[in-house]
């Protein structure tokens, strides 16, 4: 099973929003090796006319695949395919293809092998925390970015609140600064597949309120597994915050979307037993109309 996960910058960084995409494809999983040989040969008949026989695509309304993460691409196909991510073009490119020709044709794309994403995220388990290390934090960072650096595009969306703080290392692209409850609905409305709670402070609270309200109303087509990674802090230290959402999701029938946990593996087998995309999810649920139905 393999996370792709991304750290939002700013002391709301240490949320880490699980994006849908990152989820394991509910085709299955990966086969042994992928082919990039035969990735291509699909690329260059199909693939070539919108997104760039290599990805390049020079057209803005179709993404640029090249340099991207391989899985990501074959998870995004098998979510088209799917319909779990509506696409009226992409879904006939998609439906065609094998669970096979998907991780082909994200190998084919991708900027290096998925042993790589491995490494990389080996060396960032080395690093301090923030508060601990300030420089080091940032130069293991560093360190990712010199040995891998033809990374894919990815966008920081950063506050204005925490002046002090550097936007991620991994930005190519930084937005405009807004106010955090401006950003976090955004990126929490992204966050289809979970978001994981760390400790935090006053900008963690607002995140959980407000993912509380999106779960709450539907607002966003599904409701997201919220999980709370740390049982002293949140069941010993600020045990109010999750009893509030507790009390929330009872009420308005997404309980079971809600955990406390203490550990790594706790954490993805949560989020990955209880993807509102997957087969069998029963809270996926059309948004809630004025009239109640
Ligand atoms: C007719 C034009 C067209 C063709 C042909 C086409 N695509 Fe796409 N593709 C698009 C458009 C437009 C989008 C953006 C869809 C959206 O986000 O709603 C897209 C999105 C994607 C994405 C998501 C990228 C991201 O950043 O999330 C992937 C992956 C992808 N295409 C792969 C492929 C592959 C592989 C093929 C060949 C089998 C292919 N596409 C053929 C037009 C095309």
Known sequence: ?????????????????????????????????????????????VCVACHGADGNSTIP???????????????QLAAFKSGARPSPIMKGMASPLSPEDMH????????????DLDAALDVLTG?????????????????????????????GVPTWVYADEPTSAFSTHVAKYFTNSIREDGLLALARAGV????????????IFTDAAQNTNTLYEVRSPMVFFERAFYEEAEPEL???VRRQAAAFGWAELVTVVDDASDVLAFLGAHDPDGRGSTVARGRRRPDGR
């Not at 290390?133 to 650096?149: K, L, M, N, Q």
């Open 242 to 244: 999750v009893a509030a």
């Open 127 to 155: 690093a301090p925390t923030y508060p601990s290390d300030r420089d080091r934090f940032v130069s293991v960072a560093g360190t990712v970015r010199e040995r891998w650096p033809a990374g894919a595009d990815s966008l």
């Open 196 to 207: 994981v709670y760390a400790a935090g402070g006053a900008g963690t609270a607002q995140e």
């Open 61 to 75: 309304t179709n993404p640029i695949l090249a340099g991207q993460v391989a899985d990501y691409i074959a998870n």
């Open 1 to 45: 099973m393999r996370f792709f996960t991304r750290f939002a910058p700013g002391f709301a960084g240490f949320i880490t929003l699980v994006y849908a995409a990152a989820l394991p494809a509910a085709e299955g999983a990966a086969p042994a090796k992928a082919d990039p040989a035969r990735g291509r040969q699909v690329a260059s008949t």
């Open 104 to 115: 082909n044709l994200g190998a084919w794309f991708a900027a290096y092998p998925d042993d």
